[in-house]
């Protein structure tokens, strides 16, 4: 008798194709290899196959060089700026790429320059900050009108932005409706090596808080005011000094070192006189003590005698404040310290600046106590 081989009650592990039937685990066995296949198909990592490793060729949408196609917004691929911008580098517009000017080229910039771009040049190293508008003022009032001075100043400030000579913030005065007449401006890589001084320390820019460029913008203000002041009065601003080269020290009763720190330091000459100013420019975010302690160092400094000796007299302190009240309370908190002299500080509001230089402001001058002795 033939023994015949025992039916295995186990299903095999593929599936049957005998006419249409097919069995369970075999139906599951093959949604199983059908997921694993269609994962080859999508996935990047290695595969293993019976005669070896594979691995899957990369998509040609990834390997592919992108295009302007691939990019939502207009204008194709994105220029510097807008890569910049993506970054979040929302201050300086410096140039890309940051390439070294070498010593060569720095000696044929120096040459190529015109008297009146040396003056664009000091004038950005001396207060730091600018706008069109006050390099405007400053430097190009031979023009028939103002939007033709406007033009030349920006045909010379965008040449010596190509040459690295200045640069510009992209925050600005006004906001962007106001184009680029509205750009704040400082020194440049190439611009700072030609206006440094021999054995002057490098000057770097910082991405500058608001306080603080509001505060110089107000000095470089005030002293485009004082020349237009000048020009338009016989007079000359024969000195002008700006931080830190205003400051001025000395020595303390106890015998300690200070400092004594203006903003602005002038001298307005006329043809008989000359008049010496400290200029302090206030925007309303000191506290009141703190100016209190600000014009008790102007005394003290006074007391020393040394600005009478460089001098021959001690040099006015003019406060320009913010608003008619800041003047109101500064004024009579000088009036009730005994310490401090009335005569030698005056306080206006910026509308009262220029007349109170020209000496020709009735309520400019602080009007000193009856019965207060000087110190």
Known sequence: MALRPRKSSRNPPWPTTSGTRTS???????????????????????????????????SSRRSRIRTGADYPASGGIPNAEQRRRRRGQRMSLHHAPDRRISASEL????????????????????????????????????????????????????????????????????????????????LDAAGERLTRTKDAPRRRYADPAWPFLEHTLQITETAVQLHELAASNDLEVSRLDVE????????????GKAILKPDLFAT?????????????????????????????AYAAYRRTGRARAEHGVFPRVLWVLPTQRR???LQAAIAADPDLPERIFTCVTPEKFAATIRNQSDDASSVATPGKEEP
Do not use: M
Request: proline letters at 4%; one cysteine or more; aromatic letters at 10%.
């Open 24 to 58: 369970r685990s075999g139906a599951r066995n093959g949604a199983r290899n059908d997921r694993s296949r269609r994962g080859d198909e999508v996935s990047d990592r290695p595969t293993v196959h019976l005669h070896g490793f594979r691995t899957k060729r990369p």
């Open 107 to 186: 000696t044929r910039l120096r040459g190529a320059l015109s008297s009146r771009d040396w003056h664009v040049l000091r004038f950005l190293a001396q207060f730091r900050y600018a706008s069109t508008g006050q390099i405007r003022r400053r430097y190009f009032v031979d023009h028939t009108s103002q939007d033709a001075a406007t033009r030349a100043t920006l045909r010379v400030l965008d040449r010596l932005f190509e040459h690295r000579l200045i640069t510009r913030l992209e925050r600005r005065v006004g906001g962007y409706p106001h184009g680029s007449a509205a750009y704040i401006w400082h």
């Open 244 to 255: 830190p080269d205003s400051w001025r020290s000395f020595l303390t009763p106890q015998g």
């Open 268 to 296: 307005v000459s006329s043809a008989d006189y000359d008049d010496h100013w400290y200029i302090e420019i206030d925007r309303g975010t000191e506290t009141l003590p703190v100016l209190l302690t600000q014009c008790r």
């Open 327 to 329: 003047v109101a309370r």
